[in-house]
């Protein structure tokens, strides 16, 4: 979206003209010559747009094509990368269809041959990338093969230009500070050059005080006890509460013996379980957090309603079908005193966000983690010195990502296959086939690194024992929406005193507007008439479904809804949220971009951390190399948190430094 005037499309609704869609000339030239709903025609066919009958892959360009489905992209190098764009959503599917079939035995060889091959460019990838050539000293090879067209996985940013301001917001993964204690965490976060303290926006002394949370996370249940956060509730009649939860529910229009029993789950204590972690864990793992607090706790059943968009914004479903122990590992409510160390029984117990509790963001999310580590691979990727701020405000050098007799070869747009091992023995190697534009290509590598999701690994992955398979099998998925709106003010949220905002029903279920990082030159001003986001984490989870099906119904919900309808949906509650307050759609929003995520987060239900009939849990059984293969991945540990990939990449590739 642009705020240029145009002339009202005839396609748009008179709803449509009133929410100021007619305004945006980045993509109603195009709604009359491009069919609308072709997300639909993803989710039973094969992929469209063969070239050669291999799916066409995206390539980094200026300015990409506007499609129905990926909508307005924002501008910069991610403008070609805001989620799963239509072209990667139609090669994964791709290879989901074996579409590739015979094809692949005839892929030419490149001839080239890698010390390793690290498939997935994810914290777990690059990390692992980074693992391995720390440790070899940058002397041992390195490709790293990733589908998307830049590499960093859900780490990515949008970025618009709004009255001559620039302006980054987070397409995924978020919340990302300076690792705690010593290790090789901390040591990574300071070799590849991230700082460890940060300045952020602020009012003016003249302006009303305001408590902004720094991350689009953390004040959604940890620490959701401030003044400047609003509750919306449509019944009985339309209103705002001020902090709810520092008020003991207080207009709130929950029966008595509901808020009874919410406060109960926030505050109250358990007895102390007696047994051993190992012997709590196991517990827990046999039940739904539901049952625990239904059940277990004998909490009403809304408040596990209560907790579902939260629970499923944070990992991946709602309390139904999740396993108790994800919630307790998250530090959710309703165990206080039952097991939990006196660090996280502490950040348990308190709901308030204080000054240390505000959390770290960098602009674009944990994007400025990755391009540090991009940048320590290859030295050429990004404009500039190695320095924080020339880091994350320049702009990635696409032709050196891949440049020949670098230590590490970064090749984005290329959808990983099929991976066929060769002999045993130390002359050895793997075989990998991949498409890239349009194109079957071969190379070979001594090892292998699979850091991408096990979803991708089972289709590809040639004479899979049936015991890997079976176990890859353990991990459902489901889907995200992230949504950053640029605003050319935000006087109606200043005018509520809100920063952050809850509600339920219609999209989404929360808001919020971080104050910017401030990085270098990039210091958007923090004031209400001056531009700055709105991001929405929309989860997708599905009450009443089993815990595969709700992956299934989710994803097909957010892959068959165009740009436009969700553009509108997105406008609509922005007016239900702030109309009365001032919000104008037609003045107020300048661009929307989604970033669809269709299989965000790992779906660890009961029984997932336990092992089976004497035998591993599927996530150990994956955690052993199989031939030259080793796999690193989140989902391994069934929540997708950007630590936990780095120590599950950091694994895989320390597995396959022994093999060399």
Known sequence: MTDASHTPDPELTAEERDLGMDRDITRRDFLNTVALGTGAALLGTAAPGLVGKLPAQPSPAPAPPWHPFTGYSGIGDYARSNGNTWDVVSAGHGLRDGTYGRAMAAAPDTGEVYDVVIVGGGFAGTIAAYTFLKATDRKRTCLLLDNHPIIGGEAKRNEFVVRGQRLIGPQGSNEGGVPRGDGWLKDMWLDIGLPTEFEYGALRPDRRPMVFPRTNYQWQLWSDDFESHGFFYDTPTPHWVRNPWGHNLEGTPYPEDVKRDLLRWRDERVEPWKGDAESLKLWLDTMTYEQYLTN???????????????????????????????????????????????????????????????????????????????????????????????????????????????????????????????????????????????????????????????????????????????????????????????????????????????????????????????????????DPDHPNLFTFYVPFNQYGLSLVDQGKVGRQKLLSTSYRDYETQILKQLVTLFGNSGFDPKRDVVGIVLNRWGHAYCNAGPGFYTPRNGNPTPADLLRRPWGRVTFGHSELNGNQHWPIAAAEGHRAAQQVITML
Not at 391 to 412: E, G, K, W, Y
Not at 476 to 485: E, F, I, K, Y
Request: charge should be positive.
């Open 296 to 526: 277990v706790r004998k909490l009403r059943p809304e408040v596990s309603r209560y907790v579902d968009p939260i629970y499923a914004s944070g990992i991946g479903l709602g309390a139904d079908v999740l396993s108790a122990y994800s919630a307790y590992s998250v530090s959710l409510p309703g165990f206080v005193g039952l097991g939990m160390d006196k660090a996280r029984e502490e950040f348990t117990s308190s709901h308030k966000l204080t000054d240390a509790r505000l959390g770290n963001s960098f602009p674009g999310g944990n994007d400025g983690i990755q391009r540090c580590i991009v940048k320590w691979l290859n030295p050429e990727a990004i404009e500039g010195t190695a320095e924080f701020t020339q880091v994350h405000n320049n702009r990635i050098r696409f032709d050196m990502l891949d440049r020949p007799n670098t230590p590490c070869r970064m090749r984005a747009g290329a959808m990983v296959v099929r991976v066929v091992q060769g002999a045993e023995g130390p002359t050895g190697t793997a075989t990998i086939t991949y498409a890239k534009d349009g194109k079957l290509q071969t190379v070979r590598a001594r090892t292998v690194i699979w850091a991408a999701a096990s979803w991708t690994a089972k289709h590809a992955m040639e004479g899979l024992p049936e015991d890997y398979r079976t176990a890859m099998d353990s991990f459902p998925r489901s889907p995200m929406l992230s949504v950053n709106v640029a605003l050319d003010n935000w006087r109606f949220l200043y005018d509520l005193g809100y920063s952050a905002c809850s509600w339920r029903g219609g999209f989404g279920f929360t808001g919020n507007m971080r104050p910017n990082m401030y990085v270098g030159d990039y210091r958007p001003p923090l």
